[in-house]
């Protein structure tokens, strides 16, 4: 999911990329945001590309 939210999809295109719901989406995305310690997608999508998770 990080992968995808990365690569500028939004919610809903994860969402029919993955085959789940927004509402699936939102609830990883927000574990994904806990797990890096950030508050929203651009924090999350900057600390994925300065700290090697996603290359």
Do not use: C, Q
């Amino acid at each position: 999911m990080l992968a995808l939210m990365v690569t500028g999809l939004s919610n809903r295109g994860i969402a029919t990329r993955l085959v789940v719901s927004d509402e699936t989406v939102k609830s990883h995305l927000r574990s994904i945001y806990r797990k890096l310690g950030v508050g929203d997608r651009t924090a999350a999508v900057a600390t994925a590309l300065r700290e090697g998770i996603y290359r």
